[in-house]
């Protein structure tokens, strides 16, 4: 199967689900299905917005981080500081920060555990 293909395949099954979904939980709470539709939407938009406000938290901390550090040469934060900064799970930074690092703006320092920081590129 070509990538096209596969991925055509995928959302018309993500929008079925997506569907299905809905219709369930509009017979439960006696809506419309599209009103669901519209709140599962609304959901998923805030959500991803949470998601890149959070990322550019830490963004910014790193900044402030080498700004003050610039003189030592650290700037560089822990997974454990990120999260008690942006109130999220210890999975949720290596997450945000492993996007940020496909994005080329930060780079992990160290392979695994406690050793492991990230500093600005």
Do not use: W
């Amino acid at each position: 199967m070509t990538p096209i293909l596969l991925f055509i395949i995928v959302v018309v099954l993500i929008v079925v689900v997506a569907f299905a979904f809905a219709k369930r939980e509009a017979g439960r709470h006696g809506t419309k299905t599209r009103e669901e539709l519209v709140g599962i939407c609304k959901a998923a938009i805030e959500t991803a917005s949470q998601k890149e406000v959070r990322k550019h938290a830490a963004l910014a901390l790193l900044r402030e981080r080498g700004a003050s550090d610039s003189a030592q040469g650290k700037g560089v934060l822990s997974n454990a500081e990120i999260r008690s900064a942006l109130g999220v799970s210890g999975r949720t930074v290596v997450r945000y920060m492993d996007e940020l690092e496909a994005e080329g703006k930060v780079e992990q320092v160290g392979k695994v555990g406690h050793a492991v920081t990230y500093r600005l590129r």
